[in-house]
């Protein structure tokens, strides 16, 4: 029942590598967002945005760059790759604030 | 500081037996309170929102109570069935930030046949 997509679901990746992370909404939705997840911890917000054209750095400090250049669209991209990046990347849309959030399925990355 | 404290003790209970998960605030002024449910491998699903001014809402077998004076939300599921077992997540936003929601790190129910 999942309107908001991510791809890959798994990554594995070398040091120093480019990739970018998929996110997409068929909801309309104008809020999006970026949370790192580690196994049993709780969710930190690295980005977000209320629209297109829209972003900003959320509460952890996070090398991502992210994009909204539509509003269906989040894409989040790490140019150099590390191990500390490794972990699990959730986002998540909702129509305004204070409304719950519809996450996606997650990317877990590993880089090696 | 601020945090929020979720038991990291897994909850282990019989099938058909109540399921209270507790949720602990510090330091701050939450507007609004949700749960969320996380299977392994998955993204939380949202099951029930509490507003401040709230002191309990229910949907089906969910019940969640907010207590601002004891800084603490109370989640229960009655008749729990093993289709329950999952990690669930308290998250709050505050008055002054409603763009973020901060989220616990769960506590796992495991229920049992």
């Known amino acids: 029942e999942a309107d908001i997509y991510q791809t890959p679901r798994y990554l594995v990746i070398g040091t120093g590598k480019k990739i970018t992370l998929e996110c997409s909404q068929t909801?309309?939705?104008?809020?999006m967002y970026w949370y790192q997840q580690d196994p049993g911890m709780e969710l930190h917000l690295i980005h977000y945005?209320?629209?297109?054209?829209?972003?900003e750095k959320g509460d952890l400090s996070s090398e991502s760059t992210v994009s909204r250049i539509r509003t269906e669209h989040f894409p989040l991209t790490l140019e150099s790759a590390r191990p500390s990046h490794t972990s699990q990347y959730l986002c998540?849309?909702?129509?305004?604030?204070?409304?719950?959030?519809?996450f996606g399925n997650g990317t877990r990355l590993t880089v090696t | 500081s601020q945090k929020i404290e979720q038991n990291s003790e897994a909850l282990n209970i019989q099938e058909g037996k109540t399921a209270t998960l507790t949720c602990n605030y510090t330091?701050?002024?939450?507007?609004?309170l949700q749960w969320y449910r996380q299977d392994p491998g998955r993204g939380p699903v949202f099951l029930l929102l509490?507003?401040?001014?709230?002191k309990e809402k229910r949907k089906e077998r969910l019940k969640v109570t907010f207590d601002t004076t004891l800084k603490q939300s109370l989640f229960h599921i009655t008749a729990s069935q093993p289709a329950d077992s999952a990690t669930y997540l308290c998250?709050?936003?505050?008055?002054?930030?409603?763009?973020?929601?901060?989220f616990g790190s769960g506590t796992r129910l495991l229920v049992r046949p």
């Open positions: 909801m309309g939705h104008d809020k």
């Open positions: 998250a709050l936003t505050e008055m002054d930030s409603s763009y973020k929601l901060i």
């Open positions: 509490i507003r401040e001014n709230e």
């Open positions: 998540a849309s909702r129509d305004r604030d204070n409304s719950p959030l519809h």
């Open positions: 945005s209320y629209g297109v054209n829209s972003t």
């Open positions: 330091n701050y002024s939450p507007a609004y």
